[in-house]
Nanobody
């Protein structure tokens, strides 16, 4: 089993930047892809970005394209989400997720890290 721990959330003004980190531990070799999702208060969880461990490609939600960048440090089993030009509508709890080899969906989730963007 893979364990995921997110960090890096916080309060930032609109136009600012944050970098989220997701540290994976355990059976990391069983992870095929990693992704970031978010859930704003009163809304459903939505996809933000994803990246396959085997060197991409990266996919992004239209709402974050050109502003967010997903990357990974394979040697340390860490996935990052660099968030620039943040908007109040980016306020949400951000979750890291892993898709296991042979799984058709993201089946391992972190506990989430909160991001608040003030206007």
């Amino acid at each position: 089993q893979v364990t995921l721990v997110e960090s890096g959330g916080g309060l930032v003004q609109a136009g600012g930047s944050l970098r989220l980190s997701c540290a994976a531990s355990g059976r990391t070799f069983s992870s095929y892809a990693m992704a970031w999702f978010r859930q704003a208060p009163g809304k459903e969880r939505e996809f933000v970005a994803s990246w396959r461990w085997t060197n991409g490609p990266a996919y992004y939600a239209d709402s974050v394209k050109e502003r967010f960048t997903i990357s990974r440090e394979r040697a340390r089993n860490v996935v990052y989400l660099q968030m620039n030009s943040l908007k109040p509508e980016d306020t949400a709890t951000y979750y890291c997720a892993s898709q296991s080899v042979g799984s058709s969906q993201y089946n391992v989730w972190g506990q989430g890290t909160e991001v608040t963007v003030s206007s």
